[in-house]
């Protein structure tokens, strides 16, 4: 690209703010369109990008939006970012990561990347300035793993790492878009008491048996895994992730909390991973009084949280899962390295969807 | 009514589920349709309404889609009740309270409540079985204190309190509304090391105000009141709730951010009481890591929450706020019982209500 050396004009913002076009005064991820020039401001980074991961609620959005033909899918993502200037579902509100090369890095950037540099964005798309300039010709619509040309900006204060050397690229990806779930889950299983009662919700995906692996490294007395059907059952049980594997609809409440009630239940800690709506009250029953829920799925409801708890009586403390602890990347890659019952579910996850077979309620 | 002593058939269930006629399964606050029969199962209690209390963001919403007209209001708030069998707003997800008094209580409610109690429920409008009979007839549609008659029905495990003899009835209501406010600030502050600087977005407003009497009481080392205008900083400042009162809009994050950092923030806890959208980011740049952000307006999105921190690399817990917790109706009706400042806002407050006059964001 031509457009090298060539910096924005007007001073930047470490957050991005010079980037947002509309509506005036808001941070970018709450931003309806951005401007995503090449150009760098001195603090920023350009990325050629190589693949973008969408986030799996956006990506189930657009599927039952479209039907899912491969045409419909490139072209619904593609007007979205000709719009928007990033990738960001109307929908869902949610956007997904990237992988890509840095191409430039401005001289004031503090982020420690090079051009060269291999790496993955570990802030959201939602508010990632992006240009697609391939037409997603690569991809058939069927995976959340999207091949794309074209490039990306990233901010001051945005998060970055470089992939590692030791694991494939789209097992790393997969890793890292999760990274927030164990980071969280293993902060609060080690703040509470005695060896807690985990349940995780969705313990068969992405970031729920990253979840159970943090929760049992960081202390917890049993992990009771929820998984919605036979099939992932056994797979869990195999994994050796937890310690009781049970079967339940996350969306019926009176189901799911008999049946971590039934396993050792309820938990002081429970961690939602599915990405369907509708599991906000299944949660707070299957969880003990002076308890904690994190909620994880971007398919969660604020409100239904809030007056769900409020509606049973039910004294938890209920967390929006922060994408973002500090050390996240690491810790979850360390324990996909570690733990092979991780490990074996990322591959089959991150093969499942090289080959466009998509999974149910567990997929996170 | 002639209904009394007439239980439904079959088993009832202390959340309700008996009542839920569409979708099968859901809890009530997550159904789209109850059944408000009159008759009881065993462990309900009947009440004959005299007033509900709409949920800011409810009253919001219905003014600015309506017009606020009181025809247009009453009709509105009538089709939504016999449609659904309850008062929640389906824009906003979210309902409110009632008062009335006990008509009948079955003979195995565990709620300790007789006929002829008044008493107000603390559970949500959202997942309350309600009838209205008189076409709303006492309303003019101008303040979200809706006089009604109808009868509602309490299950097993909602929650009521026998309305205080010392206070009004609408101030009580109007404080009972929001005591999961002060309860939860309360539970946070006093958990945080050192007299932490707690700043309350919308400290003017009437959950504002409880949570900043509340932090104060629970060892906050500086209260910073955030409002949006100059009349009701000049308030503010008079009660004498807060150390520090700054004006600023809560939707500009950067603007927010520099006026809590400007008054001895960052904030270790930030209470948001505010009923409008575009929030979060604002509330996440004004904490400092490792802080606490608590989210009380139902107008939050969990998604902007999640993604905003994530966004900005903010290391924040952010709560839902659970509008129970034990104990929150006492400790809300003795703050506003101990503290004249509390006492005058909310007095202020009920007045403009009762007169029709609704102030603006800070309003919840």
Chains 1, 2 share one sequence.
């Not at 919605?228 to 050796?240: I, K, Q």
Request: net charge negative; aromatic share 2%.
């Amino acid at each position: 690209m031509a457009v090298g050396g060539v910096t924005g004009s007007g001073p930047g913002s470490p957050l991005g703010l010079h980037r947002v076009l509309a509506p005036a005064g808001v941070l970018p991820q709450a931003a309806w369109q951005l401007d995503p020039r090449p150009a760098l401001w001195p603090d920023e980074v350009r990325v050629a990008v190589e693949r973008l991961n969408l986030d799996a609620a956006s990506f189930r959005q657009l599927r039952e939006a479209t039907g899912g033909a491969a045409a419909d899918m490139r072209a619904q993502v593609g007007q979205i970012v000709a719009e928007r200037g990033k990738m960001q579902n109307p929908v869902t509100g949610s956007g997904g990561m990237l992988t890509g090369v840095v191409e430039e890095a401005g001289p004031e950037s503090p982020l420690g990347l090079a051009p060269g540099d291999r790496i993955a964005t570990l802030v959201s798309l939602s508010l990632t300035p992006l240009v697609i300039t391939d037409g997603l010709a690569g991809w058939d619509g069927r995976s959340e793993q999207v091949p794309c040309r074209g490039h990306a900006i990233l901010f001051g204060r945005s998060i970055a790492t470089v992939l590692p050397a030791d694991l494939p690229g789209p097992l790393a990806l997969a890793v890292l878009d999760v990274a927030g779930a164990p980071a969280l889950t293993s902060r609060v299983v080690s703040q509470a008491r005695g060896g807690p009662v985990v349940a995780v919700i969705g313990a068969g995906g992405k970031s729920g048996s990253l979840a159970a692996a943090a929760a049992r490294e960081a202390g917890a007395g049993r992990v009771i895994g929820v998984v919605p059907a036979g099939a992932e059952a056994a797979t869990l049980r195999a994994s050796g992730l937890a310690d009781e594997v049970v079967i339940a609809d996350a969306r019926d409440p009176v189901a799911l909390a008999a049946a971590v009630r039934g396993a050792g239940g309820p938990a002081a800690v429970t961690v939602v991973c599915v990405d369907v709506p509708g599991c906000e009250g299944g949660a707070v029953l299957a969880t003990a009084d002076g308890g904690t829920v994190i909620f994880f799925s971007m398919a969660t409801s604020f409100t239904a949280a809030a007056l769900g708890a409020e509606g049973v009586a039910a004294d938890v403390t209920m967390l929006i899962g922060n994408g973002y602890v500090p050390g996240h990347a690491r810790l979850a890659l360390d324990l996909v390295r570690r733990q092979p019952g991780v490990r074996g579910i990322f591959e089959a996850r991150v093969s499942e969807e090289t080959r466009g077979h998509r999974p149910g309620l567990e997929e996170k």
